[in-house]
């Protein structure tokens, strides 16, 4: 089995025990849960962060797994990256799908609008966060979400946090110098294991992110969003509370599905049970 599901329906499915009868019910599973970054380092060539983040976070209105749900960006760039959003945000078409000059559409359904719109609210109403861009929910005609764009002080804020599948990302601006602590704090402040990805030209930066996220990204991007993984050149899959990282789309995930059987046939049986060591002095 290889679907969709939300976090309390994957708790769900491998909370069974190993030889219960609902587990002889339950077919092997593959899980893709995520809450993905984008990490930024102040030698990131900014314009191209910009576009990664507005792709990432925003193509099919967020509604992958691997879409973008969280930026660390150092003080120093991040005001010529927000300008550079912007600029793009007010171009952004969002409206039918039979219409492919809209970049962004409505949401899956009334469910969805309804739980990202409450991390939108909360987001509103919260000390610590502010909506710098989008916000609006209109579910009229359509659950049509705008893009939107959380800015928190608090690098453990729910959205930072959890899985929100929909157009948001929220942003978390860190001091130039704090890079290295900022990685660590990255690597500890979600459960999930599926994608991020480093922005940098100082290869020592790329190298340390990717050294110390070891284990943030079964996928790990260097200069490009987070998602888009092509099948059979990158296989798919992360760990931790995102799956078993089993790499979908390789021949490493064949494993994932097949109950292996070890066979042995010897050719010469035994006809003395004494070993060759045994024998008397």
Known sequence: MFI?????KNEQLNSYAPGSCEREKL???????????IFAHTSADVKSLAVACLRGAFEFQGQKCSAASRLYIPDTIYDEWFKEMVE?????KM?????FSNFINAVIDKESFDRIKNYIDYAKNSPVAEIIWGGNCDDSVGYFIQPTLIKTTDPMFCTMQEEI????????????KDFSKTLDLCDKTSPYGLTGSIFAQDRKAILEANNVLRHSAGNFYINDKPTGAVVGQQPFGGGRSS????????????QRWISARSIKE???????????FMAEA
């Open 266 to 276: 010897n050719f010469v049986p035994d006809i003395e049970y004494k070993y060759p």
């Open 243 to 254: 799956g078993t990282n089993d790499k979908a789309g390789s021949a490493l995930n064949l």
């Open 88 to 92: 793009m945000l007010e171009t952004v």
């Open 27 to 37: 077919k092997k599973a593959l899980s893709e849960l995520h809450n993905d970054f």
């Open 165 to 176: 599948f929909g157009p948001v990302l929220t942003v978390y601006v860190y001091p130039e």
């Open 95 to 99: 409206g039918d799908v039979m219409d």
């Open 4 to 8: 969709t599901v939300s976090v309390p």
